[in-house]
């Protein structure tokens, strides 16, 4: 066993992870490769709950895993510069550590999907990473794939290459500048497939279409966000609320990140 890795409070995991790679893929978008035995306890859809680097910084910052290589013990992750938390990981190298939680979440179900099953990916922005490792782990399974990426801009498209090796990829702009004009209701209006499994993470706007548009189906799946504290269910930073009740709620960091759409109030 690592020194370095301490389990603590029943299933919560921290370790000390070290960086193998980092680099900037996008404007502002950085690809962050972590090595460290946690990564055998990952599955896709779950995330890290990150130390900021810096005395300053009291909570940790949540961040999907993007794609996960148990033979090497690294996992991807990727994410946007949006504050100073953001930034300070920006500036992290290969061979600086970094103290991690997690892995944390329930992560995407991908039970009994096989062969031949039809699976549809929706992603927007930087809700795309975490889907990478669906397409990755459902490809290798014999399911026929379908991922729709949606971004503002050409500038902001990412990973697109890297989802065509595992899916028949579409992707929109909003602006037109690069693919399909519009967002990602645009392709799948167009869609005449019953697909078994609709796996999705994006912007508010896009979960609440997919949350509407898939709302009866049983096995549509939301990734959502929400500003987080302990990251581990104790604090209630992060709750969202349940339909048709003023009590019960459910926490984006137990909880979720994934829920079934129609299962919370967006
Ligand atoms: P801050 O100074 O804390 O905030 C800067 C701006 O970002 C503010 O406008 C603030 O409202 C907004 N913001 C901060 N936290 C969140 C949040 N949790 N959700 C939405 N807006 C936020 N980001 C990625 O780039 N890649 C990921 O893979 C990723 N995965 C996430 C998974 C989960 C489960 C959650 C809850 C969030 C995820 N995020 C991801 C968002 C990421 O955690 C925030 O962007 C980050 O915490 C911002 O920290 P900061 O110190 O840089 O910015
Ligand atoms: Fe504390 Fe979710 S962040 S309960």
């Given at each position: 066993m690592n020194p370095n890795c301490k389990k603590r409070m029943g299933a919560i995991r921290l370790e000390t992870m070290k960086v193998v790679s980092q680099q900037e893929i996008a404007p502002a978008i950085f690809e962050l490769v972590l090595q460290g035995e946690m990564v055998e306890a990952m599955k896709a859809g779950q995330f890290l709950?990150?130390?900021?680097?810096?005395?300053?910084h009291l909570l940790r910052r949540p961040i999907s895993i993007s794609s996960i290589d148990k033979a090497n013990e690294q996992?991807?992750?990727?994410?946007?510069?949006?504050g100073s938390g953001t930034t300070?990981?920006?500036t992290l190298k290969t061979g600086d550590s970094l103290d991690v939680m997690g892995p944390q979440g329930n992560g995407f179900d991908l039970s009994d999907l096989e062969q031949h099953s039809l699976v549809l990916l929706v992603g927007g922005g930087i809700g795309v990473p975490p889907l990478f490792e669906v397409a990755k782990q459902l490809h290798e399974r014999g399911v026929d794939v379908t991922t729709v990426l949606g971004f503002a801009t050409k500038d902001a498209v990412i990973l697109e290459d890297e989802f065509a090796k595992y899916s028949q990829v579409f992707v929109t702009t909003d602006d037109g500048s690069y693919g399909i004009k519009g967002n990602v209701s645009v392709?799948?209006?167009?869609?005449?497939s019953e697909f078994d499994a609709i796996y999705s993470c994006g912007a508010p706007g896009m979960m609440k279409y997919i949350d509407k548009a898939?709302?009866?189906?049983p096995r549509a799946y939301l990734s959502l966000e929400s500003r987080m504290a302990c990251g581990m269910g104790a604090c209630y930073a992060c709750v969202l609320k349940v339909p048709d009740s003023e009590t019960v709620s459910q926490r984006v960091c137990e909880d979720g990140p994934v829920f079934k759409t129609g299962t919370v109030v967006l």
């Amino acid at each position: 066993m690592n020194p370095n890795c301490k389990k603590r409070m029943g299933a919560i995991r921290l370790e000390t992870m070290k960086v193998v790679s980092q680099q900037e893929i996008a404007p502002a978008i950085f690809e962050l490769v972590l090595q460290g035995e946690m990564v055998e306890a990952m599955k896709a859809g779950q995330f890290l709950h990150l130390r900021v680097p810096d005395d300053a910084h009291l909570l940790r910052r949540p961040i999907s895993i993007s794609s996960i290589d148990k033979a090497n013990e690294q996992c991807r992750l990727i994410y946007r510069i949006e504050g100073s938390g953001t930034t300070i990981f920006s500036t992290l190298k290969t061979g600086d550590s970094l103290d991690v939680m997690g892995p944390q979440g329930n992560g995407f179900d991908l039970s009994d999907l096989e062969q031949h099953s039809l699976v549809l990916l929706v992603g927007g922005g930087i809700g795309v990473p975490p889907l990478f490792e669906v397409a990755k782990q459902l490809h290798e399974r014999g399911v026929d794939v379908t991922t729709v990426l949606g971004f503002a801009t050409k500038d902001a498209v990412i990973l697109e290459d890297e989802f065509a090796k595992y899916s028949q990829v579409f992707v929109t702009t909003d602006d037109g500048s690069y693919g399909i004009k519009g967002n990602v209701s645009v392709v799948i209006k167009e869609f005449d497939s019953e697909f078994d499994a609709i796996y999705s993470c994006g912007a508010p706007g896009m979960m609440k279409y997919i949350d509407k548009a898939f709302h009866d189906h049983p096995r549509a799946y939301l990734s959502l966000e929400s500003r987080m504290a302990c990251g581990m269910g104790a604090c209630y930073a992060c709750v969202l609320k349940v339909p048709d009740s003023e009590t019960v709620s459910q926490r984006v960091c137990e909880d979720g990140p994934v829920f079934k759409t129609g299962t919370v109030v967006l």
